[in-house]
């Protein structure tokens, strides 16, 4: 069955590879994102430029330009990761990831929920460094709290959005080699997007709110 997905942040890394792997696999696939890049231009799908999700406003377009009327996958993939550590800790810096990693989310879903209906699923990309309980190192204050704040945005979401029967799941995609993590990593991004599109399949009703390795490890909060 061929389904609709709306992939945010789909211009590089692990959005694109969302992109490529859902269109491959016979889905219609929008791709929203700032700027495209030739290699998202090569993907057979639809393409949704001109969205940063900090732009309340942008974010409002996304709507009125999809060819499709219901989405049964959104994924929420766009973030940004610039490193720092204590007690070089900027406000700007930490007020910015807010904006995109957390704030982000919330304009895209909020902005796309009247497209969703019963059986819709939704992906929001977080990331283990998130987690309090798994927090042994410390630094990156601002991607850390981003994302601590996204996983409660994203558990919060889950039990408001269950009476519509709309699961939602926290994506961990594993260390992976893209842009944010210079080239360093464990695994491609093909693979991250394998496991995530693995882990969107198996959510239901019984697993919203769930946070989520790329491999199917639940993870702590
Ligand atoms: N790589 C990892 O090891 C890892 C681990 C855990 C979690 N994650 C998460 O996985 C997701 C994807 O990361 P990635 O590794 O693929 O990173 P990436 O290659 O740097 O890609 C980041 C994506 O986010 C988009 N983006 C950033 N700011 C945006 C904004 N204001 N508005 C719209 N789009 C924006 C970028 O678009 P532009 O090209 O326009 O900047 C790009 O498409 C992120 O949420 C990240 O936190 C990654």
């Excluded at 929203?32 to 900090?54: F, G, H, Y």
């Excluded at 330009?65 to 930490?94: A, F, T």
């Excluded at 410390?138 to 039990?159: D, E, H």
């Excluded at 842009?179 to 991250?192: F, K, R, S, V, Y």
Aim: glycine residues 8%; contains cysteine; hydrophobic residues 40%.
């Amino acid at each position: 069955m061929s389904l609709n997905v709306v992939v945010i942040g789909a211009n590089r890394g692990i959005g694109l590879e969302f992109c490529k792997q859902y269109v491959s696999s016979g889905n219609h696939v929008t791709a929203v994102c700032r700027q495209a890049s030739s290699e998202l231009n090569a993907i057979n799908c639809d393409v949704i430029e001109n969205i940063d999700v900090t732009d309340q406003a942008s974010v409002n377009t996304i709507a009125e330009q999809l060819n499709i009327k219901h989405i049964d996958i959104l994924i929420h993939n766009s973030g940004i990761l610039h490193s720092d550590s204590y007690p070089n800790v900027s406000l700007d810096e930490m007020k910015l990831h807010f904006d995109v990693n957390t704030l982000g989310p919330l304009r895209t879903i909020q902005a796309l929920e009247s497209r969703l209906k019963a059986g819709s699923k939704v992906g929001i990309v977080s990331s283990r460094v998130g987690s309090i309980d798994d927090n042994t190192s410390s630094n990156n204050y601002a991607y850390r709290v981003s994302k601590t704040a996204v996983n409660m945005l994203g558990k919060c979401l889950s039990i408001d959005l269950a009476p519509k029967k709309i699961a939602l799941a926290l994506l961990h995609p594993g260390y992976v080699r893209t842009d944010m993590t210079h080239g360093n990593g464990l695994i491609e991004a093909d693979e991250a997007a394998v496991g995530l599109i693995t882990q969107m399949q198996k959510l239901d009703m019984s697993s919203t709110g769930m946070f989520v390795h790329t491999s199917g490890e639940r993870l702590t909060w």
